[in-house]
């Protein structure tokens, strides 16, 4: 059986190279939110995440804009109402988009989660409006994301693990390889 990592990246949704990206040379590069066009692959995510996270103990799920196509394949699987940011600046009345008031018990979901700056703001802003996010479900884990308080992480794939099987069986150069470890285990800049 193909993994689903083997399909992520079968399918150009994580792909190993050399990457311009925001004015840095990355030796990755994901784009899962394209994952839509991939109905059997989003069937394997949710069975996948359904998994490791009991969606019923959840009132609701959370996603930025870039993972809306997870977010509602998960809704439509376990019946849990989804809310989403645009990500815009506007008022959080605004951003979030969706039926919700205080007190829910909520899950978060990312495609990739590299760094807390990329979803704090969003966890502080819903955690204000009255949505308790106190779990994040990612598909990939980029590199280790340092702890926001209140809130457990779960992630189906860590790119260190993936990218140590591919190097185990000869499918990525030990060499690139080894570049992807060690800016993975960097420090943040």
């Not at 009991?54 to 849990?80: E, H, N, W």
């Not at 909520?106 to 779990?135: C, F, K, Y």
């Not at 990218?163 to 993975?184: E, K, T």
Request: hydrophobic letters at 50%.
């Amino acid at each position: 059986m193909i993994t689903l990592a083997q399909q992520l990246i079968e399918c150009g949704l994580i792909q190993f190279g050399w990457f311009e990206r925001d004015g840095a040379t990355l030796p990755v590069d994901v784009h899962l939110e394209m994952i839509a066009s991939f109905p059997d692959i989003l069937a394997h995510l949710v069975a996948e995440s359904r998994a490791v996270v009991d969606t019923a103990q959840f009132d609701r799920l959370l996603c930025k804009a870039d993972s809306i196509p997870l977010g509602v394949a998960i809704s439509l699987a376990s019946g849990v109402p989804l809310v989403y940011s645009r990500g815009t600046s506007e008022a959080l009345t605004s951003d979030l988009v969706g039926a919700y008031d205080g007190g829910h018990s909520t899950l978060l979901l990312a495609n990739t989660v590299d760094a807390v700056r990329d979803l704090q703001p969003l966890v502080s802003s819903a955690r204000r409006v009255g949505l308790q996010v106190n779990t994040l479900l990612t598909i990939l884990e980029m590199r280790p994301m340092q702890p926001i308080e209140g809130l457990a992480q779960v992630s189906l794939l860590r790119l260190e693990v993936v990218v140590r099987d591919l190097s185990a069986d000869h499918r990525l150069p030990a060499g690139h390889a080894q570049v992807i470890l060690d800016w993975v285990a960097a420090p943040y800049s």
